[in-house]
Nanobody, 126 residues
């Protein structure tokens, strides 16, 4: 099994920044073989892909709504993935989830990710 624990959420004013972290653990977590992603879900909306990173940490991909404002990275030595979010907008308010899948290639589809964290709330005030 794999466990994911997110941290770093909170309340920030529009235009501000936040850095989310996700710590992975578990006997079956093989960092280089598992891509990781960040998704978010606002009240009344479907879960949305935010960013993904391949197992090697080189390939990344971003959702259109955040492109140019967020950056995903990972530290494989520490089994941790980060999401740096800048120029935050009120519409970025959501619960942010970290996820990982049993494939080194990243994917934007949430149903391809087998393991999920509990989520961390991000609230952006106007």
């Amino acid at each position: 099994q794999v466990q994911l624990v997110e941290s770093g959420g909170g309340l920030v004013q529009a235009g501000g920044s936040l850095r989310l972290s996700c710590q992975a653990s578990g006997r079956t977590f093989n960092t280089y073989a598992m891509a990781m992603g960040w998704f978010r879900q606002a009240p009344g909306k479907e879960r949305e892909f935010v960013a993904g990173i391949a197992g090697n940490g080189i390939s990344t991909y971003y959702g259109d709504s955040v492109k140019g404002r967020v950056s995903i990275s990972r530290d494989n030595a520490k089994n941790t993935v980060f999401l740096q979010m800048n120029s935050l907008k009120p519409e970025d308010t959501a619960v942010y989830y970290c996820a990982t899948r049993n494939n080194r290639l990243l994917d934007t589809r949430s149903n391809t990710y087998a393991y999920w964290g509990q989520g961390t709330q991000v609230t952006v005030s106007s």
